[in-house]
Nanobody, 119 residues
Framework: QVQLVESGGGLVQAGGSLRLSCTAS????????MGWFLQAPGKQREFVAG??????TYADSVKGRFTISTDNAKKTVYLQMNNLKPEDTGVYYC??????????????WGQGTWVTVSS
């Protein structure tokens, strides 16, 4: 099994920055394929950013503001979030895709990390 632990969230004003971390443990050899997801209050969880063996994809809403990076030595994936907006508020999770699609994920969800962006 694989355990995913997200951290780095917090309260920030609009226009500010945060860097989230996702550390994987257990039966996982690489984090080069990993994605970030956001569950905003009252909404379904949705894809934000992901790397599939280095091929990086971003949701349109975060392009130019968020950057995903990976560190296999630390089994950690980062999400640098700049110019944050109130609509970025919610719980951020990481997970690996299943069947080559971000629509499905491989592992149980972690506890996530809360991001609150005030206007």
């Amino acid at each position: 099994q694989v355990q995913l632990v997200e951290s780095g969230g917090g309260l920030v004003q609009a226009g500010g920055s945060l860097r989230l971390s996702c550390t994987a443990s257990g039966k996982i050899s690489s984090v080069d394929t990993m994605g970030w997801f956001l569950q905003a209050p009252g909404k379904q969880r949705e894809f934000v950013a992901g790397s599939m063996s280095g091929d990086i994809t971003y949701a349109d809403s975060v392009k130019g503001r968020f950057t995903i990076s990976t560190d296999n030595a630390k089994k950690t994936v980062y999400l640098q979030m700049n110019n944050l907006k109130p609509e970025d508020t919610g719980v951020y999770y990481c997970n690996q895709p299943s069947y080559g699609s971000w629509s499905w994920v491989r592992h149980h969800w972690g506890q996530g990390t809360w991001v609150t962006v005030s206007s």
